[in-house]
């Protein structure tokens, strides 16, 4: 069974770190485009943090840049998000997504992958 399973969510207060992991069973990591985003209550999904599967060119929304870490192990499948110094305005649902071969990072309707979401809370 193909899936992405994300793990590592929590509650910490403002100024905290998390470390966010994504497994991908069922096809090579190494072939993805993989992508973070999250959604806040009231809020449509947005991009956070992606990793092209050719040359590993990072792309980050601004609000995170200098905050957040993204990164990939191919060999243990698995994408993760490292997040420093947060804010209660990263409160949110996020998700791992993955695109085949995929040369484009924002576009959310391009990832045919998702997870099913872990929580993060940050406290003020």
């Known amino acids: 069974q193909v899936q992405l399973v994300e793990s590592g969510g929590g509650s910490v207060q403002a100024g905290g770190s998390l470390r966010l992991s994504c497994v991908l069973s069922?096809?090579?990591?190494?072939?993805?485009?993989l992508g973070w985003f999250r959604q806040a209550p009231g809020k449509p999904r947005e991009f956070v943090a992606a990793?092209?599967?050719?040359?590993?060119?990072?792309d980050y929304t601004n609000s995170v840049k200098d905050r957040f870490t993204i990164s990939r192990e191919n060999a243990k499948n698995t994408v993760y998000l490292e997040m420093n110094n947060l804010k209660p305005e990263d409160t949110a649902v996020y998700y791992c997504?993955?695109?085949?071969?995929?040369?484009?990072?924002?576009?959310?309707?391009?990832?045919?992958?998702w997870g099913q979401g872990t929580q993060v809370t940050v406290s003020s």
């Open positions: 990793i092209k599967y050719r040359g590993n060119t990072i």
């Open positions: 997504a993955a695109d085949y071969m995929g040369d484009e990072t924002r576009t959310q309707v391009n990832y045919e992958l």
């Open positions: 069922g096809r090579r990591l190494s072939y993805y485009t």
